[in-house]
């Protein structure tokens, strides 16, 4: 098309800075204009969609009108570059930093312990930042849905809470120092200090002066000390430029356009000129907040030749209150219609205001805070989702929309035949909306809105719903009505029909039952439909319209009393709706020694090394290093098919793209093309969809990825395997049968009084880690050398692979990894395949290449979790004591070896958890599939297999009547006693860990009062229970343990350490600094880290099995106390002589002050012939318990209280053991709950971005969240007497599934149903609803498997 006028200049200020951009595309987005454009690199690319918030800006703009300056967060990966004109923009960098001065939520969030990987951080101190930019001293709910649109993979969010509350004048400003009244358990002696021989005995225990101690039993409460941060400076913030004022006011009246190479944006002035644009460019969409529009064209490579950008239009943003509704400019945004409605509200006749206040409920969940501020209402209502929760609202609410275009204005109803789009209810392509009205309600009218998605906040429907109901007046009598649900097909459905036929009915159980199956007759669900959750989705249907009957007698009862009887008891819990509190903590641990040296800061929780780097953005990750001179991006291309045969790759349109450099294929990689088992490129065949085929290379990463769809790939299909069933038919296995066993099994079935037999299956589970997979190849210019940056947990594999493939000595491949942005297991072995592509890129273009993943490709091509299927034979004798088990387990390991021979090895070896069977066997496979391979997670195998222990357990309780906790106990490890493979545990421990969680959590009593309140409530249960757990860390390899250190002391005294641990959130930076402070005797302050590099420690060992930080730490322990006995002469000589002085003196008589460090590692072994060995160093144990409640109409739960007791003995630094505990329950709390991955039945994963993928967020931390440190409790073979807990928290989540099992358990047997019951994982709203077997449930039509096609497919 032809441009309509040349393009205007940009100006916008970033930082209090002003920006001209003389060229804007309208294509670009202001993530990559920050990052790559002003190298802002703090705002950080998460999801490239809005849903992660770690891309969070604040906005800051003038309306010449009202004389008001807006501030606003806002997704920067959505924001179009054009849409900014005019407007202030500040990201982290300008909120504060080291080099300036930090901002107290910088300092506080830091200090709090509130960031890990910190890689969301810069997103949570945004939002954060604009909440108190626009109300200084906020509420707890105002903060926590402040963060609604922002996640975290690391923390578990309480830390994060935890340090917000400071700035609510509701929160206690001693909270979280142990001063505070809810940290009194803290501040109380837990026992007085042991006497006599107990004592000496305790003195005795091996310290020296390099061991660490905790005399008595002193315990600390919380971890950090608000009441000594600074004041907020409002001197420090940007002032909304005065320039940015005056541009407002002269350009009210202009128009503005920007032309890019391909889009032109135009932002009309006035609705005339609107009308006319439309008319001229019928099909270009408006856009206000690009949350619909941007996502197509990211998403669905839609392409739109102009863009209206209609903002500055007065008409659109009008609010008025007239005399029978209100009108909403159709550009008005979400957050400001809340605040508009929330202003208008209370002021309105209760009766008027019904819609207004169902909108209100719908806006409280509806996307996250970033989202609210950026779409509009006329948005969300023209782009019409099936799962968007205000349209439902308005239809049933009768609003009508005012239209205007070229051919004059009109009015249209919004309602279900608009929602479905039909051609006579539409707007035309040259028509816009103006406004929309929507009319007051009426005394006799009752509206209500529901919704049900798999997250409670910021996340789309499952299925929606708003009803509506006139009655005559001062009766019964339905005259008028309108059901809608959305989430039932690609629009939005109307019961039409059904409410027809219920006019003049009265509203009473006749009523509700015939309602029920007219809905269920005229509401078609297939079988077939997408998104799964088919019969669910059904029963919702009802669910929702008996809440909706209950909640209209409740109306009519209030209205008049002595006409209308009280509701039945049975039936008042079915009216309330869960609403999440601000989750409130609870620390405690051990205090060090009051004799240890202040200075000395192990045992102490100190800070993050890299926390306040992480608050300001300064915290550099792969993608933030600067460009290098003639880089080159990389994008690559995956098989669309399962399994297939390569026929051809056709890359001629691909290269004649502009741009592009070069595309990098198998047959370009001169040594070997992967590890003999997985492939760099596939070379001849596919066997998976997102296998990797070829890359493209090209001057911009937009250039890549265009490119990269004009690759031609022709296949031959061949037949895939893809789920466990199918593997197990077809004898597709990638490992040998693992098997141990004990006793005598097959014997001992027939000496018991029951022998029961189930099955459990456990879903996979996405790291969903926030820095995606990054590499950045930098080729030397000489000997083939290579520098590799890459986000790794293993970078000596990661240079092995890219030697090997490059046919290059490993001497010149040079690997580094400042920090990770999480990893959980996920950046193990892919990381080496994704360095190996683009090392053969730069090597065939002699130029460096940087490949970042974007996260849909980083969800498909690295695997996740394996998914599990156990089968289980248990026999037991009438007093519940376990006398034989017989276990059988797949799991899905995927298209390659991977990690998954490892993975069976431990899911077999843990399959007891806890308990102590004398006749024990436990068997397992890994499963070679047609699916992206598995690989490390967490847990690595355990948090499926002990959830599958814990399974059989509860069966055994359920069959017996007995309490579950009474057969926990009863089968638990007690004393010295061994595991099924023969090797010696000492459970003393877990039987403290158990006895503690029932005392803290006052387990018992609050059962009693679950159980009361059960008796009370049939449509809402309260669970609660407590379980144990055995974890066992490290590897059952001795090699896999071994570390080395280089510790170097400068001639100023300063010390730089390196190890082979890698900084992937877990803090081994921190605890590294304090090992070589604590062995070097001098302040942390000295102490400087390195990255890890091949350079330093070459052949470093993975970073996983939460063993690292302890191996690491011995050979920088080691490296430490060579140093210091090389000074003793000089300190001799000199006591009374500074660090400094001895460090002088030690170079002029030439001593070495470099030393290297190394521990060999902790001798395991595991013979599989036999079955036996020691197998893992050593075990730690911990007990949670959990209470919930749950929703029996619905399947929504909600976290009550949480109480972990983990023995972490001496703990280096509670601060980050405590937080990998919480961080680890929170991603249980997602694999046991929430977290599903759905596949295609051709193997295609339907979930691939935080849009379709749920992990927990804010409003699922437990309203009490409470973490206790076993005190007095010694490891003697970890370095102080630590333990590993990286990721024994996870298991620890369990605790929850069983409490909404109990939950359950207690519903069903209200409703007459059998007592012994099996629950899959993830226990999701699906899975609890249906579980609750009632009326409803069974009233649907059900679907016979094998009759039709399913979307969806289970794995496991």
């Known amino acids: 098309m032809a441009n309509p006028q040349q393009s205007n200049e940009l100006i916008f200020f970033v930082n209090g800075r002003k920006v001209i951009e003389k060229c804007a595309d309208p294509e670009e987005l202001l993530l990559n204009y920050l990052r790559k454009g002003l190298c802002l690199t703090g705002t950080k690319y998460g999801c490239g969609i809005g849903g992660c918030g770690a891309c969070t800006v604040m906005i800051s703009t003038y309306n010449p009108d009202t004389k008001k300056i807006r501030h606003y967060p806002a997704n920067s990966c959505l924001l179009p570059l054009c849409l900014l004109y005019g407007a202030a923009v500040t990201t982290v960098e300008g909120v504060g930093s080291t080099k300036t001065k930090l901002h107290p939520i910088q300092e506080r969030l830091a200090k709090c312990h509130g960031s890990q990987c910190g890689f969301c951080t810069p997103g949570m101190v945004m939002s954060m930042y604009s909440l108190l930019r626009n109300n200084p001293e906020p509420t707890m709910d105002q903060i926590t849905a402040c963060l609604d649109g922002n996640l975290c993979r690391c923390t578990g969010y309480r830390p994060i809470i935890d340090s917000f509350s400071a700035f609510s004048p509701e929160s206690c400003p001693l909270a979280g120092s142990g001063k505070c009244c809810m940290d009194k358990d803290g501040e109380e002696k837990e026992g007085e200090k042991k006497e006599g021989k107990e004592k000496e005995a305790e003195e005795k225990e091996g310290k020296d002066e390099h061991s660490c101690s905790r005399e008595g039993n002193r315990m600390c409460s919380g971890l950090c000390k608000p009441e000594r941060f600074h004041p907020i400076d409002p001197t420090q913030d940007y002032i909304f430029p005065p320039e ?81 509704g209100i009108l909403i400019g159709a550009a008005i945004h979400l957050a400001q219609l809340r605040d508009f409605l929330l202003t208008i509200t209370p002021e309105l006749p209760v009766e008027k205001s019904k819609i207004y206040c169902v909108l209100l409920k719908q806006l409280r969940t509806l996307a996250g805070e970033q989202v609210r501020n950026l779409a509009s209402l006329g948005g969300h209502i023209v782009s019409r989702g099936s799962t968007w929760d205000l349209n439902p609202v308005l239809a049933a609410g009768n609003a009508l929309l005012n239209l205007v275009s070229i051919d004059g204005s009109r009015q249209i109803p919004l309602n279900d035949e608009f929602l479905a789009r039909l051609p006579q209810a539409d707007l035309s392509p040259r028509e816009v909306i103006v406004s929309v009205f929507i009319p007051f309600s009426k005394e006799d009218e009752f509206v209500s809105a529901f919704r049900q998605a798999e997250r409670r906040k910021n996340a789309l429907s499952v299925t929606n719903s708003s009803m509506r109901v006139l009655f005559q007046p001062g009766t019964g009598v339905i005259e008028d009505m309108a059901i809608l649900y959305g989430g039932i097909g690609p629009t939005t459905v109307s019961a039409r029909n059904t409410c027809q036929k219920l006019i003049g009915s009265n509203w009473d159980e006749e009523m509700l039952n015939e309602a029920c199956r007219l809905i269920l007759e005229e509401i078609i669900l297939s079988p077939s439909a997408p998104g799964a959750k088919v019969e669910y989705r059904r029963t919702l249907l009802v669910s929702f319209f008996f809440r909706f009957y209950l909640q209209v007698l409740q109306g009519l009862k209030n209205m008049n009393p002595s006409k209308y009887p009280d509701l039945p008891k049975k039936y008042a819990s079915a009216l309330g709706e869960f609403r999440e509190k601000p989750p409130q903590g609870m620390q405690i641990y051990q205090d060090v020694d009051p004799r240890q040296p202040p200075q000395d800061p192990v045992g102490r929780p100190i800070m993050h090394q890299s926390g306040i780097k992480h608050t300001t953005g300064e915290a550099d990750y792969v993608d933030d290093m600067p460009p290098v001179e003639g880089q080159l991006y990389m994008a690559v291309v995956t098989s669309t098919c399962a399994h297939a045969k390569i026929l051809s790759i056709d890359v001629s349109e691909a290269l004649e793209e502009p741009g592009v450099v070069a595309v990098v294929t198998a047959a370009d990689i001169p040594g070997e093309n992967g590890d003999g088992k997985e492939e760099v490129f596939a070379s001849e065949e596919v066997i998976c969809i997102g296998h990797i085929i070829c890359g493209v290379v090209a001057e911009s990463y937009e250039c890549a990825k265009q490119a990269r769809r004009k690759v031609k790939i022709e296949y031959q299909e061949l037949e895939p395997i893809l789920t466990i069933e199918e593997a197990v038919k077809h004898k597709s296995f990638l490992t040998e049968e693992k098997k141990i066993e004990r006793g005598n099994v097959a014997e001992s079935f027939k000496n018991v009084d029951n022998v029961i037999e189930g099955k459990i299956h456990v879903g996979g589970q996405e790291h969903f880690y926030l820095e995606t997979d990054s590499v950045f190849v930098v080729p030397r210019k000489e000997d083939k050398e290579m520098d590799v940056y890459t986000s790794t947990q293993f970078g000596s594999r990661v240079q092995q692979t890219v030697a090997s493939t490059l046919n290059v000595q490993a001497n010149r491949i040079m690997t580094h990894t400042k920090r990770v942005g999480g990893a959980f297991g996920g950046k193990s072995t892919k990381p080496s395949f994704f360095a190996a592509a683009a090392a053969v890129a730069a090597h065939k273009t002699g130029r460096p290449v940087r490949f970042i993943m974007e996260r849909d490709d980083d969800m498909l091509i690295p695997g996740g979790r394996h998914p599990l299927r156990g089968q289980y034979k248990v026999g037991f004798m009438n007093d519940g004591k376990i006398k034989a088990v017989d276990l059988l387990f797949y799991v899905n390991g995927g298209c390659t070896p991977d990690e998954s021979e490892l993975v069976i090895d431990y899911v077999v070896l843990k399959s007891c958890n806890a308990y102590d069977i004398p006749n024990f066997r436990s068997r397992g496979w890994a499963c070679k599939t047609n699916l992206p391979s598995n690989t490390a997670f ?89 379980i144990p757990m055995l974890f066992s860390v490290g590897f059952n390899t001795t090699y896999y343990h071994q570390a080395a250190a280089l510790v170097h002391i400068y001639l100023d005294g300063s010390v730089l350490v390196s190890h082979g641990g890698v900084e992937i959130g877990q803090g081994i930076y921190t605890k590294m600094l304090q090992v070589a402070s604590h062995e070097l005797k001098i302040p942390l302050s000295y102490i400087h880290p390195y990255e890890t590099t091949s350079v330093t420690i070459p052949n470093g060992m993975i970073t996983a099995g939460s063993i690292s930080t302890e191996v690491n730490g011995k050979a920088v322990q080691n490296a430490c106390q060579i140093l210091r006995k090389r000074l003793e002469p000089i300190m001799k000589k000199n006591p009374q002589g500074k660090w400094e002085d001895w460090i002088k003196k030690a170079y002029e008589e030439s001593i070495n002050l470099s030393a290297s460090g190394y521990f060999k590692g902790y001798v395991t072994n595991m013979d599989w012939k036999t079955g036996e060995g020691h197998a893992f160093p050593y075990y730690v144990f911990g007990t949670a318990c959990s209470e919930v409640e749950i929703d029996c109409l619905t399947g929504d739960h909600k976290n009550i209280r949480t109480d972990i007791v983990m023995d972490a003995c001496f703990s280096i630094n509670p601060a980050v053991d405590i937080g990998q505990i919480e961080g680890g329950f929170m991603q249980g709390l997602g694999l046991y709950t929430m977290e599903e991955i759905y596949f295609s039945p051709e193997g295609q994963q339907y979930t691939l971005g935080p849009d379709t993928y749920k992990i927990p967020a804010v409003c699922d931390v437990p309203e009490q969240f409470r973490i206790y440190l076993l005190p007095n409790s010694r490891n003697p073979i970890a370095i102080y007497s630590s333990k590993g807990v990286g990721e ?69």
């Open 1288 to 1356: 024994a928290g996870v298991f620890q989540a369990c605790s929850v599934f069983f409490a909404i099992r109990d939950a359950v358990a207690a519903a069903r047997k209200e409703r007459g149903l059998h007592r012994v019951f099996t629950l899959d994982s993830p226990l999701s709203i699906e899975r609890i609803r249906m579980a609750c077997v009632d009326h409803f449930t069974e009233m649907i039509p059900k679907d016979q498997p094998g009759t039709y096609k399913p979307w969806a497919i289970e794995v496991d």
């Open 938 to 1026: 967490r847990g690595f195998g355990f948090p499926q297999t002990a959830l599958a222990a814990e399974t059989w357990v509860a069966a055994v309780a359920d069959q017996l009547g007995m309490p579950h906790d009474q057969v926990r106990w009863m089968n638990m490890y007690k004393g010295v006693s061994e595991t099924p493979y023969k090797e010696e545990v000492d459970a003393t421990n877990l039987v403290a860990c158990w006895k503690e969680c029932l005392e803290k959590s006052d387990y018992y009593n609050r059962r009693k009062e679950a159980e009361e309140f059960n008796k009370q409530n049939y449509w809402k249960k309260k669970g609660i229970e407590i």
């Open 244 to 324: 940015l004022m005056r541009l407002a006011e002269e350009s009210k009246g202009k128009t503005l356009v920007f032309n890019g190479e391909r889009t032109t944006w135009i932002s009309p002035v006035s609705l005339q000129e609107l009308v006319n644009l439309k008319a001229n460019y019928p099909n270009a969409p408006l856009v206000v907040g690009n949350t619909s529009v941007g996502l197509d064209m990211k998403l669905l490579c839609v392409y739109h030749p102009v863009l209206l950008h209609p903002t500055r239009i007065p008409d659109l943003h009008v609010t008025e209150v007239g005399d029978s």
